[in-house]
């Protein structure tokens, strides 16, 4: 809940948003907007989603993961905390994860959704990871099979794990961004992998916000 009023109360300051203006929007009422936001009333999900959507981010939803209690604990616990808000995103494809057109980035693959507890500034989606080029001998090591979240509206600055893909190629790939010597390259973190040139002719899709391994 509390993830959810932040990331509504930052997209309405953005857009220079009033509660009145985002309750129009919802045809409700100003006070209703501000039982939400200030957690005096539960909105529930799908009003959770509605504002959303109203906010031009039907991209993200807000779905429900109910954590079971060990029996010991299932009398004392709370029942809020039985129960957290997430974020689902699409898992879409390395041959076209994302295309753009007249301006708006429309995300692929839209039959699997996976959970997330980060809130994304942009259509993020998921990816799973093919290969061995970003599995590293010690430190940061992402294997192939695991899950990465991918956020286009973050910036790819240098140090950033990126998913990039140049003109001429079928697929995306899965790199770190570095600079040296005032030059940028696209760099695995397997270093039996080569690293290439970034040059403007290569397109970053989006930055890599978060790892997981399903099990």
Same mark, same amino acid.
């Given at each position: 809940?509390?993830k959810w009023i932040e990331l509504v109360k930052a997209k ?32 529930? @999900? ?5 504002? =959303? ?10 779905? /429900? &993961? +109910? ?74 090591? @992402? ?5 990465? =979240? ?10 950033? /794990? &990126? +998913? ?52």
């Open positions: 809940m509390d309405m300051s953005e857009l220079n948003l009033t509660q009145e203006l985002l309750a129009d929007r919802l045809g409700m009422s100003q006070g209703g907007i501000g039982h939400w936001l200030n957690k005096r009333r539960d909105p529930g @999900i799908v009003n959770m989603n509605r504002v =959303l959507k109203a906010l031009g981010m039907d991209f993200l939803e807000v779905a /429900l &993961v +109910i954590r079971e209690p060990l029996a010991s604990e299932a009398e004392e616990m709370p029942l809020a905390l039985k129960y957290n808000p997430y974020f689902r995103y699409p898992v879409s494809d390395w041959r076209k994860p994302v295309e753009v057109r007249d301006g708006e980035l429309t995300v692929y693959g839209k039959e699997r959704f996976e959970l997330s507890d980060y809130h994304a500034q942009g259509p993020a989606f998921w990816l799973v990871v093919v290969g061995d080029a970003m599995t590293a001998p010690s430190g940061i090591s @992402i294997a192939e099979g695991m899950l990465i =979240l991918v956020d286009p509206a973050i910036v790819p600055e240098p140090g950033k /794990l &990126v +998913i990039a893909q140049w003109p001429d190629s079928a697929e995306a790939t899965f790199r770190k961004l570095i600079e040296e010597g005032g030059q940028r390259y696209l760099v695995p973190l397997n270093p039996t992998y080569p690293k290439t040139l970034f040059t403007e002719e290569c397109r970053i899709i989006g930055v890599v916000v978060q790892a997981t391994a399903k099990f």
